[in-house]
């Protein structure tokens, strides 16, 4: 891996460094400077710096025009809303609208005002109709009231009469008669109010009122069967009809209160039953009316919308951009003379005929005079980190950003992680039934992929369609270590050969007590089938994957040390290589690499030697005879030197680098008072960058505790680290047990029942544990594990990942903004 | 089919899929450096996990002892 890598820094390879970008400074005549950002941001290319950061938003030049933009956007805000409620959705039409943004704004206003109009008027129209329902239905149910009360009323007076005419003797007290007179004179002064309420409210109106009067009130009421719609609030609620008697004006401005709080509407209602009917009939009518205008208008609100629906896209992105261009004038400074607008900004090198280009046909298309100038800054100023990405690398890059940007050219890990991030995935998820699962999810998306990034999906299946090449890699190297581990779905296949075991004897009867012994060769591709459901399969499989996990982790860790070469090569950094890279190298390898070696030798010879006990005496008792446990010749010797290296190696890392970085600023700020004076143009600018840079104290105790810092976190961070590398083993122990577990408890269970039922419920069951645990649950455990073996264990090796994105002002970006 | 033998295999297939890289996506020197870093990676990692399964099995220090029911 390490020829790649060294490879790898001397032509340039796509994403390993970050592009190469500059400082560009661009003079805009002000005719023009509006299509000059609107071109530029059609390119996206160019990041422009705010020149006016210390100026407030309402300070800056185009603060009205921006607000301007702000009041057409919500405008087309109002028109959405208004689409969503009336259910016309905007259409989605291709062809650009050739509309200048001032017209869009005449335009935008006038249908808003229109719009406001329309909404008023239906509003007004509404309550109307809502309000004659309401007086319609208290006509009707209050009516009924009267109806009944009088054919009531008749009923008594003529009993009243006949028991009068019947016993009009000396029995009858005298007092009843001028009760009755009292009545009638009272029954004048009777008045009564009709209306509707609120029916949850009823109860407690009809106690209020009760307590207000002290009982002197008559309620009656009646439930309207379908809910009518309030007019003032507008929605539908269930209401009574109810008709209140009170008897004296103090009584009915408590009633007219205790109506109002409650909501209570209230209707004139005339007691003669001719006006009633002819009351009902007026009102129907004019209801009648009211519904041909309000479908009308609504008819007309529709239409209005549609049309708003047609063009609603068109606009809104033209006021998007209008707005984002506005913004981005704002960040550019104005000249002296007030003729020309400065910009600067970031742009990657390769840009340069195209924005170049850009200027051109903005300056040729707004007929100015003078075309740009486009000229290139130096700065010491570290530049923002760029990668050309294609939708395939984008979402490996997004595994690092995450991380954290990488600084400025330096050397991006997402190189390796391509391959790296799915393989260490797959050596926790090595199934090839499962990984056969994944990869028809993975295809499913991408063959869909053009559909699916026009729509608009929820979160998690946003997640999962944005990382799809991630999932068909990991996919494919999970068949692939599938195929190694031999399972699918936990179930070995013989594939390749023979199982290079076999009994002892013919009559296999050793073979549950001693066990198989090998006769044939070794098994060509992956592990021998015959392990599985041995006893001894959990021994072999653990060592095998322990030691694997070693192998690999001491693998990839190499790898990120050599990338911190390359590093050091391409910064011209000699200190990093003479006192970083090789002590580490050495470091790392005489203890972990020799375990690496140790590993290897001892499959190789088939020894019985004990890995342990050798490392732990390398370090106890080194001078010790190794006995039973030497592997090779001289193996004691080279222990000796190996450790002797491991413990040279620390002091070599931790003390020349802060001597020589003291020297050299020493020798750097020495020489600084000395140099010529360079041209003026440049020196000016360096002057300004290098107050930061010059006034740098050298405080060699804060370097030199620095070095420390990342000199034990190196040394205990190979040995933790080579441990971390152990989770391999241990998530693929688990996914491999879990999956045995499904397959036996579960899917041979229920086989054994010979009942199809069963059969069935077992299958069921174990598709859905499959499925949730097995593919959904250990493939996110499993991506967690191989994002921290990346994040932690391989990038703290070289990756400072301090850089800050190149964010290019581009109207394709737009959207995501928002 | 022993050790030496397979890892050839490995190389072989390393290599041509190295060619076709080249051969179906040809977008310029740098492209290529990094298909072909991909590539040579994949083929490495591939190559290491099997090669340790099969030194793991060659000389086997446990062998398969059936469980009782078998």
Redesign the interface.
Known sequence: ?GE?AR??CC??????RSEPMQLVQLIIPIESAHRTVSYLGDLGLLQFKDLNADKSPFQRTYATQIKRCGEMARRLRFFKEQMLKAGVSPKYSTTPVDVNIDDLEVKLTEIESELVEMNANGEKLQRSYNELVEYKLVLQKAGEFFRSAQSRAIEQQREFESRHLGDDSMETPLLQDQELVGDSSKQVKLGFLAGLVPREKSMVFERILFRATRGNVFLRQATVEDPVTDPVSGEKTEKNVFVIFYAGEKAKAKILKICEAFGANRYPFAEELGKQAQMITEVSGRLLELKTTIDAGLHHRDHLLNTIGAQFEQWDVLVRKEKSIHHTLNMLSLDVTKKCLVAEGWSPIFANKQIQDALQRAALDSNSQVNAIFQVLHTRELPPTFFRTNKFTSSFQGIIDSYGVAKYQEANPT??T???FP?LFA?MFGDWGHGICLLLAALYFIIREKKLSSQKLDDITEMTFGGRYVILLMALFSI??GF?YNEFFSVPFALFAPS??DCRDLSCRD????????VR????????P??H?????L??LN??KM??SI??GV?QMNLGIVMSYCNAIFFRNRVNVWFQFIPQMIFLNSLFGYLALLI?VK????S?ADLYHILIYMFLSPTDELGENQLFVGQKNLQLVLLLLAFISVPWMLLPKPFILKKQHEARHGAESYTPLESTDESLQAESNHESHGHEEFEFSEVFVHQLIHTIEFVLGAVSNTASYLRLWALSLAHSELSSVFYEKVLLMAWGYNNVIILIVGLIVFIFATVGVLLVMETLSAFLHALRLHWVEFQNKFYEGDGYKFHPFSFSLLDDEE | ??FSV?TLVFAVIGIVASLCTRICFNRG???N??H???V???T???W???A?????????????????G?
């Open positions: 891996m790649v490879r790898g032509p340039p390879m796509d994403l390993f190189v390796y391509v391959v790296t393989f050596v692939y270590t190694i290079a075991y073979a549950t007590t001693v066990g198989l012994i090998k060769d070794t098994y060509p591709f992956g592990v021998d015959v392990w459901g041995t006893r001894s399969e021994p072999f060592s095998l030691k694997m192998l690999l693998a290897i499959w190789c010879t088939g019985q | 089919m022993g397979t020197p740098s492209s450096l990094f072909l870093t991909l040579l990676t994949a490495i990692c591939c290491m996990m099997w340790i399964v099969y030194l793991a099995q060659m000389k086997p220090l446990i062998v398969p002892i059936l469980s009782e078998e």
